[in-house]
Nanobody, 119 residues
Framework: QVQLVESGGGLVQAGGSLRLSCAAS????????MGWYRQAPGKQRELVAH???????DYKDSVKGRFTISRDNAKNTVYLQMNSLKPEDTAVYYC?????????????WGQGTQVTVSS
């Protein structure tokens, strides 16, 4: 079992920056692929950034060059540095931990943190 708690959201003006943190407890995250998702009102949840257990990263096209995902396995924490924020980045951001096993997939979610970007 993994419990995930996000923090760092808030209200920021367009062009500003925020750093989200996802603190894990209950189990080490080093063996999990970690992701940041977001969901805006009336829209489906979408993957924003992903980092494998080996540290390989991938990003949604619209955030490439602006967002950076990183992980500190010693601190059991994943981060999302968000720069040059735009109003369209406004959403609830969720942290995800995922591990594919032979017969099942382990999938855990945090409760989310609100990010609001004003124009």
């Amino acid at each position: 079992q993994v419990q995930l708690v996000e923090s760092g959201g808030g209200l920021v003006q367009a062009g500003g920056s925020l750093r989200l943190s996802c603190a894990a407890s209950g189990s080490g995250i080093s063996i999990y692929a970690m992701g940041w998702y977001r969901q805006a009102p009336g829209k489906q949840r979408e993957l924003v950034a992903h980092i494998t257990s080996g540290g390989i990263t991938d990003y949604k096209d619209s955030v490439k060059g602006r967002f950076t995902i990183s992980r500190d396995n010693a601190k059991n924490t994943v981060y999302l540095q968000m720069n040059s924020l735009k109003p369209e980045d406004t959403a609830v951001y969720y942290c995800n931990a995922r591990r594919v096993q032979i017969t099942t997939t382990l999938n855990y979610w945090g409760q989310g943190t609100q990010v609001t970007v004003s124009s």
